[in-house]
């Protein structure tokens, strides 16, 4: 089986950075997607890492550690739109129950 | 279609009747899933498509639950004497997903979902 942790909720102030984390159990890795979902939305893709390291995209990064199970995304800049869940995701078909990120002015 | 497609957007109904959502995935795509979310709760796994493979059940909570995708494309998950624990938004996703080693590295592509009440 496998098992996925997120945090449950998070706030920032706006133009800050703010770091999600996610840890995750599972056999056969081959790689984790972050998901970005505003309220009464469907989850949008954001992010893949298949290697360790930093993969960097605009404000948004996502950072992977295989050996220590470990993922983050990692935004800059906040800005009040970014205010939504952000859900990690390994490449089997699981999610995590997600991060309710709020930012506030 | 430009993008997933479901229907209906909302759906009420009765406990105790059977209730048909529908999903029409982006064209192309070979993989098709269904999720549902209950409110402010993450994505709970129902089932997978791929190509003519036989399908991934393993998520679905209970046999009211079943799902068919006819002719590899458009997708219906039946839930059959619905009960009000079954409310919850249901999202349909396709991705492209080639050979199975690669189908678990594709980026899905969600629907608008159905939410679902059960009164």
């Known amino acids: 089986g496998q098992n996925i942790d997120q945090p449950t909720e998070m706030t920032a102030t706006e133009g800050a950075i703010v770091q999600i984390n996610c840890t995750y159990q599972?056999?056969?890795?081959?790689?984790l997607f972050w998901y970005q979902q505003h309220a009464g939305e469907a989850p949008t893709f954001l992010s893949y890492n298949v290697l360790d390291g930093l993969e960097e995209k605009g404000r948004f990064s996502s950072f992977l550690s295989r050996s220590k199970g470990y993922s983050y995304l990692l935004l800059k800049e906040l800005q009040m739109k970014d205010s939504a869940s952000y859900l990690c995701r390994t490449d089997k078909l699981i999610f995590g129950t997600g991060t309710r990120l709020q930012v506030f002015p | 279609g430009a993008g997933v497609s479901q229907s209906p957007s909302n759906k009420v109904t009765e406990k105790g009747k059977d209730v048909e959502l529908r999903c029409d995935p982006i064209s192309g795509h070979t993989a098709l899933y269904w999720y549902r979310q209950s409110l402010g709760q993450g994505l709970e796994f129902l089932i997978y498509f791929q190509g003519n493979s036989a399908p991934d059940k393993s998520g679905l909570p209970s046999d009211r639950f079943s799902a068919e995708r006819t002719g590899g494309s458009v997708s219906t998950l039946t839930i059959q004497r619905t009960q009000q624990e079954d409310s919850a938004v249901y999202l349909c996703?396709?991705?492209?997903?080639?050979?199975?080693?690669?189908?678990?590295?594709?980026?899905?592509?969600f629907g608008s979902g159905t939410q679902l009440s059960v009164l």
């Open positions: 996703a396709s991705s492209l997903a080639g050979d199975r080693g690669l189908r678990l590295r594709e980026k899905l592509f």
């Open positions: 599972t056999s056969g890795f081959n790689g």
